[in-house]
């Protein structure tokens, strides 16, 4: 996500923050499955993580999620959904939570058999006839609505555009939209099915599978190929149109523009092939079956990395005052993210750092490079400069880059601040001052290989980089990414904080 402007070495002592972090994720998700398993009250659940303590429910690992929606023309009404989600348990289960509300749930079945199901807090509370014993595979199919109107003290999951909707669910809002387990650790693959009427497109994560015409409506399916954390899904609706094109290696790049706007954005979309051969020269292959632009006719506050298929708004594409290179590099902030959050996404929400400091790292470097060629001066070193002097300031507002605070009630997006942008950023700028140009791009260009289409924390991107450096970089990450006060900067003596 990015906001709109105005809008094997030895283990590190500084490991310690997130091997806590962990067990508490760890012993949260424990007590909790006692408590899903005695014959008490529903009540509801999650894995503990630091920042979202609710989110996420423990027991059981989702396979996959098949998510039909019907939608009615009118963005709103709800529309008419059935979530399918195969998954297995991971412990014995007498009844089963899932992430959701914001709509009316009509059924649930499991494994065809009719289930007792409650709500409470934000989980649907399923009770199987039979309970499920640990390593049993399960179906379970619920008949619900899904409210297009925004939910009170919530935000995000479905955003109404002039002409339809599209979906925003980050940081934890796909519950607001389909029942699910909403947490990234646990990643999915997924197939959606929309029928809409006529005249309108539907397209999703994922590559087209079918596309079926019955009266006056159509059905469109779409399947993902990879695992896809639920706050990274996307299904958008309106009077759209699809621009296809090639990218590097036969890469298919769609892009979904409102049909009135296809000719005006098209000088901004036909970039994006050189844009994904630029960071796949920086970091490898592109990790997905498929990449494009969405662009909505909303206005979010933010642009979004929605897994094959990243969201903007439109005025981002339209506004003149905007340069052109600067355009450039928030499409390719998103892009990045393809690999930094979504191919490799956090295990938990504080390593949030990990997704935004490294899409700022390379926004920057492209907008480097294309403000050379437009005669502009934006070099990363001076951004990097600008983000020390504020270094400061933006941790003692929303804490360090990998221990930040929690989201104030009813807003949880505001865990986007400078400090896991610019302020994440600084820290990989450190890093390539402490251990070299080379080291860092083996560096980076390892990471992502290695945990690609899975899950991965801070402490484990301070060992790879421990390892590949050959040093022990327990105290430099300790100092750089959880101390209150912004460590001195690798070969620059003069920079100073709060100046």
């Given at each position: ?419 896991v942008y610019d302020g994440s950023a600084l820290v990989l700028y450190a890093l390539r001052q402490e251990i070299g140009q080379r080291a860092f ?59």
């Amino acid at each position: 996500m990015l906001l709109t402007p105005g809008g094997t070495a030895a283990r590190p002592k500084s490991l310690r923050t997130s091997r806590i972090a962990t067990a508490l994720i760890v012993a949260t998700a424990s007590a909790a499955l006692v408590a899903a398993s005695a014959p008490s009250p529903a009540t509801p659940l999650g894995i503990g993580d630091p920042l979202f303590p609710h989110l996420g429910n423990p027991g059981y690992d989702v396979a996959s999620y098949d998510i039909a929606f019907t939608y009615h023309g009118d963005n709103k009404k709800p529309l008419d959904a059935i979530t399918k989600i195969d998954a297995r348990a991971t412990a014995p289960l007498e009844r089963v939570n899932l992430d959701f509300t914001h709509g009316t749930v009509r059924s649930v079945e499991v494994d065809g058999r009719s289930a007792r199901f409650d709500s409470t807090g934000e989980d649907l509370v399923v009770t199987p006839a039979e309970p499920v014993r640990r390593g049993e595979r399960m179906r379970i199919t619920v008949r619900h609505t899904s409210d297009p109107m925004p939910a009170k003290n919530a935000e995000g999951g479905w955003v109404r555009t002039r002409d339809g909707l599209a979906m925003a669910n980050q940081a934890d809002a796909a519950h607001l939209v389909f029942p699910c387990n909403d947490h990234p650790a646990d990643k999915a693959r997924f197939t959606f099915r929309i029928t809409a009427p006529k005249g309108l497109t539907a397209v999703a994560n994922g590559l087209p599978i079918a596309r079926t015409r019955h009266g006056g409506a159509t059905t469109w399916a779409y399947r993902t190929h990879h695992p896809m954390a639920t706050e990274l899904a996307q299904v958008s609706i309106g009077h759209s149109s699809v621009l296809r094109r090639t990218g590097p290696h036969g890469l298919p790049v769609r892009d979904v523009v409102p049909t009135k706007d296809r000719t005006r954005v098209e000088p901004w979309l036909r970039k994006t092939p050189g844009q994904i051969a630029w960071m796949e020269r920086k970091i490898g292959r592109y990790p997905f079956e498929a990449y494009g632009v969405l662009i909505a006719e909303a206005q979010t506050g933010f642009e979004l990395e929605t897994q094959t298929l990243s969201l903007f708004e439109r005025e981002l594409f339209t506004r003149p005052e905007y340069p052109e290179w600067y355009v450039d590099s928030i499409m390719v902030h998103e892009l990045a993210h393809q690999w930094f959050g979504d191919s490799v996404s956090p295990r938990a929400w504080s390593d949030l750092w990990l997704n935004e400091g490294h899409a700022t790292w390379y926004e920057a470097l492209y907008a480097e490079e294309r403000a050379k060629k437009s005669g502009v001066k934006q070099t990363l070193k001076d951004r990097m400069r600008d983000a020390y002097r504020q270094s400061d300031a933006w941790r003692a507002a929303g804490g360090p880059p990998a221990r930040p605070q929690r989201p104030a009630p009813g807003q949880k997006i505001s865990i986007f601040r400078p400090v896991v942008y610019d302020g994440s950023a600084l820290v990989l700028y450190a890093l390539r001052q402490e251990i070299g140009q080379r080291a860092f791009e083996q560096l980076e260009r390892v990471w992502v290989r290695t945990h690609r289409d899975g899950n991965a924390e801070t402490a484990d991107f301070v060992r790879l980089a421990s390892w590949i450096s050959g040093r022990d970089l327990g105290a430099f990450f300790d100092a750089w990414l959880y101390g209150e006060k912004t460590p001195p900067m690798p070969g620059h003596p003069d920079w100073v904080s709060g100046k």
